[in-house]
């Protein structure tokens, strides 16, 4: 099955991170802004992009900060059944560069001290490689750039504005 991968370095507290990627306000402001979740594992988030169209996750682990997972219950026929996990690893950037030397260039350039968190998102079980797969990837790493934002500056790029440079 196809996987959709990508890590990330947040120059922000694991807390931090992981408040925006649980609680109604923090996904509001870096996914969508029409966000109904809770925060609690077994409930259900639902997230509008548009009036029509809605994703929605049963949220199936919370360890904090530390780890998110969801199931995707309602969507696109593609996105039923996929899972979606974020992982964070809180350091120093030292430590961070030590234990991840890919990460150089965006170690250099974290903002705010110190303090760095290693995000990797996971968009596992898709049953095959389509156009589908391909635009989710990309618009992953564009939601990916709102949540550091987000947590980098107190501004995120949530739908329908992703995309704007």
């Known amino acids: 099955m196809?996987?959709?991968?990508?890590?990330?370095?947040?120059?922000?507290?694991?807390?931090?991170v992981y408040?925006?990627?649980?609680?109604q306000e923090g996904l509001s402001a870096w996914w969508t802004p029409d966000t109904k979740a809770k925060p609690e594992r077994g409930s259900f988030s639902r997230f509008a992009f548009g009036p029509v169209y809605f994703k929605e996750m049963k949220v199936t682990e919370l360890k904090p900060s530390?780890?998110?997972?969801?199931?995707?219950?309602?969507?696109?026929?593609?996105?039923?059944?996929?899972?979606?996990?974020?992982?964070?690893?809180?350091s120093d950037?030292?430590?961070?560069?030590?234990?991840?030397?890919?990460?150089?260039?965006?170690?250099?350039?974290?903002?705010?001290?110190d303090t760095?968190?290693?995000?990797?998102?996971?968009?596992?079980?898709?049953?095959?490689?389509?156009?589908?797969?391909?635009?989710c990837n990309y618009?992953?790493?564009q939601f990916l750039r709102s949540l550091k934002l987000l947590c980098e500056t107190g501004k995120g790029r949530?739908?329908?504005?992703?995309?704007?440079?």
């Open 2 to 16: 196809p996987n959709i991968h990508h890590e990330l370095l947040i120059g922000a507290t694991a807390e931090k």
């Open 93 to 113: 950037k030292e430590s961070l560069l030590i234990s991840n030397p890919e990460a150089i260039d965006q170690i250099q350039q974290t903002r705010n001290g």
């Open 19 to 23: 408040a925006a990627i649980t609680s």
């Open 116 to 135: 760095a968190t290693l995000l990797t998102l996971h968009h596992d079980d898709w049953k095959e490689y389509t156009s589908m797969f391909a635009e």
């Open 66 to 90: 530390e780890q998110v997972k969801w199931t995707c219950m309602t969507g696109a026929d593609e996105w039923i059944g996929t899972t979606i996990s974020f992982e964070l690893h809180a």
């Open 158 to 165: 949530p739908w329908p504005h992703q995309h704007a440079s």
């Open 139 to 141: 618009t992953w790493g």
